[in-house]
């Protein structure tokens, strides 16, 4: 089973400041990483796939970058509106795995 | 738009098995672009993959569940459905149903069910 890491569990940005989060994974994906965005009270909304391809209706603001066994999903400019538990999740081999999530406050 | 919704019990005793139900609205299970899946995630802690279920009622689910768990679907009431057996307290979670429609990542999720298991 591939082991999803993510780093910080916690990260307090300002409001126009960028926010860069980390997801590891155990061994190589390739490509075949999803990330997601739960915010508080609501379920969980695919924001990327393939590493970097946004998902439809996911704003610019938001970048997903990385292969092999490092990601990175960057918010450039921080909103209130993205106060939210982010994760990660690996496609590349059975069992599908997440990390465990990293939470974004605003500071 | 395609809309998911969990049902079932709330609470469920140790040793008896858990029993969810998620109906399909805005599309057709019988859609064979789409997998369906269980996710779950304890209280606190990260997202657990359960399985997948097919319209055509192949399914695979995560080993470390240990054969506990049985997905089926009912294509008439556009539902499929999540037994989990011999549960213990360590199986108290919220549980998603979600769907895929192209790589193996959820496009679409539903509001999630929170089952405890207590006597």
């Known amino acids: 089973e591939i082991l999803m890491t993510q780093s910080p569990a916690t990260l307090s940005v300002s409001p126009g400041e960028r926010a860069t989060l980390s997801c590891r994974a155990s061994?190589?994906?390739?490509?075949?990483l999803a990330w997601y965005q739960q915010k508080p009270g609501q379920t969980l909304r695919l924001l990327f796939y393939g590493a970097s391809t946004r998902a439809t209706g996911i704003p610019a603001r938001f970048s997903g970058s990385g292969s092999g066994t490092e990601f990175t999903l960057t918010i450039s400019s921080l909103q209130s509106e993205d106060l939210a538990v982010y994760y990660c999740?690996?496609?590349?081999?059975?069992?599908?795995?997440f990390g465990g999530g990293t939470k974004v406050e605003i500071k | 738009q395609v809309q998911l919704r969990e049902s079932g019990p709330g609470l469920v005793k140790p040793s008896q098995t858990l029993s969810l139900t998620c109906t399909l609205s805005?599309?057709?299970?019988?859609?064979?672009?789409?997998?369906w899946s269980w996710i779950r995630q304890p209280p606190g802690k990260g997202l657990e993959w359960i399985g997948y279920?097919?319209?055509?009622?192949?399914?695979y689910d995560n080993p470390s569940l240990k054969s506990r768990v049985t997905i089926s679907v009912d294509t008439s009431k556009n539902q499929f459905s999540l037994k989990l057996s011999s549960v213990t307290a360590a199986d108290t979670a919220v549980y998603y149903c979600a769907g895929r429609s192209s790589g193996w990542y959820f496009d679409y999720w539903g509001q999630g069910i929170l089952v405890s298991v207590s006597s």
């Open positions: 279920i097919y319209y055509s009622g192949s399914t």
């Open positions: 805005g599309g057709s299970i019988n859609n064979g672009d789409y997998y």
């Open positions: 061994q190589s994906i390739g490509g075949n």
């Open positions: 999740q690996q496609y590349n081999n059975w069992p599908l795995t």
